[in-house]
């Protein structure tokens, strides 16, 4: 049985999660950004995987990129199949 206590702990203080969440987005940013000013000419590093790492990090947040423009206003395309004999025997 959990006690009041933990609960309570839960809910106002900050997880061990989020502090790591924290610490791997700050380290995922401070990488890519030495990486690609180019401070450390001799630092050679797969770049999409820490960038991958920062990612994840911020989605963890909520942190999400925003789409181009019209957003929720894009038409599907229209797929015109009249001239085609696609599946047809």
């Given at each position: 049985m959990a006690s009041n206590n933990e609960e309570h702990d839960e809910k106002e203080g900050i997880s061990i999660a989020d502090v790591v969440k924290c610490m791997v987005l700050f380290w995922s940013a401070t990488l890519l950004t030495?990486?690609?000013?180019?401070?450390?000419?001799?630092?050679?590093?797969?770049?999409?995987?820490?960038?991958?790492?920062?990612?994840?990090?911020?989605?963890?947040?909520?942190?999400?990129?925003?789409?181009n423009g019209n957003g929720g206003n894009k038409k599907p395309p229209i797929i015109d199949n009249k001239d085609t004999k696609a599946g047809i025997q």
């Open positions: 030495v990486s690609y000013l180019g401070f450390f000419p001799q630092m050679k590093m797969d770049n999409t995987f820490v960038a991958s790492l920062l990612t994840g990090a911020m989605a963890s947040f909520g942190i999400e990129r925003k789409s």
